[in-house]
């Protein structure tokens, strides 16, 4: 069993179209993080959300932190080639004692130009 | 600042070969380190994390183990490679527990 959920595992869109990524656990989490991923390449960090009901924002990404800091979400506007990869939530879930963090099997994105 | 190593980038072994991947970090001290897996388009699988010189958890049973003989040096090896060895694999090292991690460049291992 998954800690972190992802959904949707893959998504192909067209360029403009909107989009969101889910994050879900059972496990309350200190804080969330969400990478992206390019094919051959390691994860690089896209943002940190800490405080429940948080929301952030970079560029066209919103992030959000759910209030209970079980879940989060990533919402995309008018996507674009560039937004292509791999997007990973990440989080060390506080019920664990568990120091290094666990990883969501990660939500694939295609945008066609 | 801070940047990471891994080494080789790609990598074809026969069964039962033995393997040695490095890693190495440069502009911080004392780092946690980390060593996952990745399977193709999928999340990240952790091996290996080390809190300091000579100290590793492991996080799965497997063939592999993983040596921290230096402060900023991280080594991956088995003995012999099975073929569900194959992958990517990622070293990272974050400041503090639970923290950002910050991903080397990958190896692209294959096993045959």
């Known amino acids: 069993t998954q800690l972190l959920e992802q959904s949707p595992q893959f998504l192909s869109i067209q360029e403009g179209e909107n989009l969101t990524v889910y994050c879900n656990s059972s496990?309350?989490?200190?804080?969330l993080q969400w990478y992206r991923q390019e094919p051959g390449e390691g994860p690089v960090l896209l943002v940190t959300?800490?405080?429940?009901?948080e929301v952030k924002k970079l560029k066209r990404l919103t992030f959000q932190f759910g209030d209970a800091r079980k879940d989060s979400s990533l919402h995309i506007t008018a996507a674009q080639p560039g937004d292509t990869g791999l997007y990973l939530c990440?989080?060390?879930?506080?019920?664990?004692?568990?120091?290094?963090?666990?990883f969501g099997s990660g939500t694939r994105l295609q945008v066609q130009p | 600042s801070q940047t990471i190593h891994q080494w080789p980038a790609t990598l074809v072994q026969p069964v039962g070969s033995p393997l040695s991947l490095e890693c190495t970090v440069e502009?911080?001290?004392?780092?946690?380190l980390y060593w996952y897996r990745q399977a193709a388009g999928r999340g990240l699988q952790l091996l290996f994390y080390?809190?300091?010189?000579?100290?590793i958890s492991s996080e799965v049973p497997q063939n592999l183990s993983a040596s921290r003989p230096q402060d900023r040096q991280f080594i991956l090896s088995s003995k012999k490679l099975l073929l569900s060895d194959s992958g990517f694999y990622l070293c990272?090292?974050?400041?503090?527990?639970?923290?950002?991690?910050?991903f080397g460049p990958g190896t692209r291992l294959t096993v045959l």
């Open positions: 990272a090292w974050s400041i503090q527990d639970g923290g950002e991690q910050f």
């Open positions: 496990s309350v989490f200190s804080s």
């Open positions: 959300v800490v405080t429940g009901g």
């Open positions: 990440a989080g060390a879930p506080m019920d664990t004692g568990r120091r290094a963090l666990t």
């Open positions: 502009g911080t001290s004392n780092p946690n």
């Open positions: 080390s809190v300091g010189i000579g100290q």
